[in-house]
T-cell receptor, first 112, second 113 residues
Framework: QKEVEQDPGPLSVPEGAIVSLNCTYS??????FMWYRQYSRKGPELLMY????GNKEDGRFTAQVDKSSKYISLFIRDSQPSDSATYLC????????????FGQGTILTVHP | ETGVTQTPRHLVMGMTNKKSLKCEQH?????MYWYKQSAKKPLELMFV???????ENNSVPSRFSPECPNSSHLFLHLHTLQPEDSALYLC????????????FGQGTRLTVV
């Protein structure tokens, strides 16, 4: 079983839709949870950073962490074509030091 | 721009060649990382450096040799690679190894022929 599971998609939605991206994980020591956005031919860009359980909102983006279910989500409201990218979840904690464990990434396309 | 610069952006090399990837960060960070990104696979951590000292080698074959001469620069020396080593190689940095907010460079797209 992979430490972090993420549905690779692809996911295609119309402009203005609410997008829900999810990851599950198996390591209960994970405490830090991140979402990265990666455009084609670019490096990953840090989008959201959350510590432990709870919600965090930044503009159109909301990150949720449910440690009891080992489940994290990223919601994108009023999605735009410019949101089309691959979204990567990442997490760390426990004895993993600075090591980030990534999901496979979900390819999202928002069409006009 | 994230403050992490990688060169070259693209590299094609034969299996007998020796080449080096370069990474430079202008963020004042003390930790630097090499990751490998292959198609349809999660990013894989290769090496971690903290204040120029290697603190993790994630079971990477010896044909990959990292070098960190100072906290701003990181190299990945490549020799006798295999075609399956073709991938996007990403450099990242963070304030400290215990700080998990990592900032990535654009990557070097490596093709081994």
């Amino acid at each position: 079983q992979k430490e972090v599971e993420q549905d690779p998609g692809p996911l295609s939605v119309p402009e203005g839709a609410i997008v829900s991206l999810n990851c599950t994980y198996s390591n209960s020591a994970f405490q830090y949870f991140m979402w990265y956005r990666q455009y084609s031919r670019k490096g990953p860009e840090l989008l959201m950073y959350t510590y432990s359980s709870g919600n965090k909102e930044d503009g159109r983006f909301t990150a949720q962490v449910d440690k009891s279910s080992k489940y994290i989500s990223l919601f994108i409201r009023d999605s735009q074509p410019s949101d089309s990218a691959t979204y990567l979840c990442a997490m760390s904690g426990g004895t993993s030091y600075g090591k980030l464990t990534f999901g496979q990434g979900t390819i999202l396309t928002v069409h006009p | 721009e994230t403050g992490v610069t990688q060169t070259p952006r693209h590299l094609v090399m034969g299996m007998t060649n020796k080449k080096s990837l370069k990474c430079e960060q202008h963020l004042g960070h003390n930790a630097m990382y090499w990751y490998k990104q292959s198609a349809k696979k999660p990013l894989e951590l290769m090496f971690v450096y903290s204040l120029e000292e290697r603190v993790e080698n994630n079971s990477v074959p010896s044909r990959f040799s990292p070098e960190c001469p100072n906290s701003s620069h990181l190299f990945l020396h490549l020799h006798t690679l295999q075609p399956e080593d073709s991938a996007l190689y990403l450099c990242a940095s963070s304030l400290r190894v215990t700080n998990t907010e990592a900032f990535f460079g654009q990557g070097t797209r490596l093709t081994v022929v």
